[in-house]
């Protein structure tokens, strides 16, 4: 009985395969080009979800994404030096240029006119 419980069952900080997993991807000069992201302290990482509502709750509907499983992504993105993969995501950066909070346009500033000086001035 033990047996069954306690089999081959990963202990629960070792890391397990998660399966098939919805990677987000970008149009690429010959096809998809897998979307890496940046940690908050500025490092690349790979980005997957476990299922397509995860993904699109988080990057959006629009969001293209395969399906890859967890070995294969990782060998896609070691050549790019890419150790960190992060699975299911909830909080992301609005993407560069989209449209989220306006930041504030800078105002012209007033050029100096040139003042003319009193004649007396120039006399002296």
Known sequence: MA???????PEPGEPFPAGRLCVPVRPGAHGCVTRLFRTP????TAVA????????????ADQPWIGLAEPALRALVAP?????????????????????VP???PQPQPQPQPQALPLTALAS
């Open 3 to 9: 047996d069954a419980l306690y089999g081959d069952d």
């Open 41 to 44: 302290v500025g490092g690349r």
């Open 49 to 60: 979800f476990t299922d397509p509502a995860r993904l699109r709750a988080v990057l959006g």
């Open 80 to 100: 790019l030096d890419v150790r960190a993969l992060r699975i299911d995501p909830v909080l992301t950066a609005p993407r560069a240029g989209s449209t989220g």
């Open 103 to 105: 930041l504030p346009q």
